[in-house]
Nanobody, 121 residues
Framework: QVQLIESGGGLVQEGGSLRLSCLAS????????MAWFRQAPGKEREFVAS????????YYADFAEGRFTASRDNPKSTLYLQMNSLRPEDTAVYYC??????????????WGQGTQVTVSS
């Protein structure tokens, strides 16, 4: 089992920045691909970014490319998502996910409870 706890969400104005964190426990962190997803009200959950290994491979959704930066600190068992130039359409609950052996947006068995990000215009 892997336990995931997200933090760092909140209310920010359009154009602002937030940094999300996801602390993992329960299994060796470095073995898991870690990812961020989000779900806006009335919409399906969507992939944001994934980070493999020590961060040598990072994948982004098109909307995240250039504005969001995903990273991980394996000794701290923590995944990060730096979000810049935030837009109202980025408003969503952001989830952390983990699983060994996956690369991008499918196959995650472990999920956090989510952290709310709200961007005001």
């Amino acid at each position: 089992q892997v336990q995931l706890i997200e933090s760092g969400g909140g209310l920010v104005q359009e154009g602002g920045s937030l940094r999300l964190s996801c602390l993992a426990s329960g299994q060796p962190f470095s073995l898991h691909t870690m990812a961020w997803f989000r779900q806006a009200p009335g919409k399906e959950r969507e992939f944001v970014a994934s980070v493999i290994g020590s961060g040598e491979n990072i994948y982004y959704a098109d909307f995240a490319e250039g504005r969001f930066t995903a990273s991980r600190d394996n000794p701290k068992s923590t995944l990060y998502l730096q979000m810049n130039s935030l837009r109202p359409e980025d408003t969503a609950v952001y989830y952390c996910a983990a699983n060994p052996g996956v690369r991008r947006d499918r196959g995650y068995n472990y999920w956090g409870q989510g952290t709310q990000v709200t961007v005001s215009s």
